[in-house]
């Protein structure tokens, strides 16, 4: 049987119809769509990320470096000037060592001039120092004498002026007690020139004198030999420093030091140093 128009027509279209629905599963299969589970495995089989480095292998050296060590490498050098104030002393007790009897001790003040270079907990300390070292005028009795034999009475003498200036070169440390306040101490050296003089003279004393009243049994002799005789004294002697005190903060800039210890000579005092 013959076909209309529109039968034909109407046959074209289905088959147009029939032939979309067979392409779209070709071009579905050139292009698979994704099945659950494939994004998971592509990053999976992609590289974990390094984890960040740190200290030496990172370059950062200072992250090894405690707090304390950084702070050492940033403390400056600083230089100071100041003033010192001390009191030799040397008992009686101290000077019958070396005679049989002397006529006092010494105690006696000096002053100072300071300058230090300081660095963290450490100071160079570079002291100029002028002291009275010069006991009491009196009769001195040598050792093995007895003064009721009159070749062997006393000499009186008599202490013009006995002086020292001293330069001695000191190396200090501190450990810290608090902020502001520290322990300190320390050695060094140096020396002194002596100043003044000695005069000695010989004595005439009461019958029966012994050592222990020689200073009112005794008394100068007018015709003796030897009157107002300069001593030999040698002209310069070994400074030896040893200090222990305190020290005081009372602002950065500023120290107050109280010490004591051994300069050849034992000494108290206070000194005080600015820095700049």
Request: contains cysteine; aromatic residues 10%; charged residues 20%.
């Amino acid at each position: 049987m013959g076909l209309s128009i529109r039968g034909a027509f109407a046959m074209v279209a289905a088959m147009v119809a029939l032939g979309g629905a067979r392409v779209a599963p070709v071009e579905a299969q050139t292009q698979p769509p994704a099945e659950p589970g494939d994004d998971d495995d592509a990053a999976a089989d992609e590289p974990a990320a390094a984890p960040a480095k740190e200290g030496i292998e990172a370059g950062g050296f200072d992250d090894y470096q405690t707090a304390e060590d950084r702070k050492k490498a940033r403390v400056a050098v600083e230089y100071g000037v100041g003033l010192r104030f001390r009191t030799v002393f040397v008992p009686k007790p101290v000077l019958e060592l070396f005679v049989d009897k002397a006529s006092g001790g010494v105690f006696k003040p000096g002053i100072g001039l300071e300058l230090t270079r300081r660095k963290g907990n450490f100071e160079l300390v570079l002291g100029l120092e002028w002291e009275n070292v010069s006991p009491k005028n009196g009769f001195w009795l040598d050792k093995g004498d007895d003064p009721s034999v009159p070749a062997e009475t006393p000499d009186f003498i008599e202490f013009n002026s006995l002086a020292w200036v001293t330069a001695d070169l000191a190396f200090l440390f501190s450990a810290a007690m608090t902020e502001q306040l520290a322990f300190r101490y320390g050695a060094g050296l140096g020396i002194g020139v002596v100043t003044g003089e000695i005069l000695q003279t010989d004595s005439l004393c009461e019958p029966g004198t012994n050592a222990g009243n020689i200073q009112q049994n005794c008394m100068e002799n007018p015709n003796a030999a030897q009157i107002n005789e300069p001593a030999d004294l040698p002209p310069v002697f070994p400074v030896v420093d040893l200090v222990i005190g305190l020290q005081w903060k009372p602002i950065d800039k500023l120290t107050l030091n109280l010490e004591t210890g051994i300069r050849t000579l034992a000494f108290f005092g206070l000194s005080s140093t600015y820095y700049f």
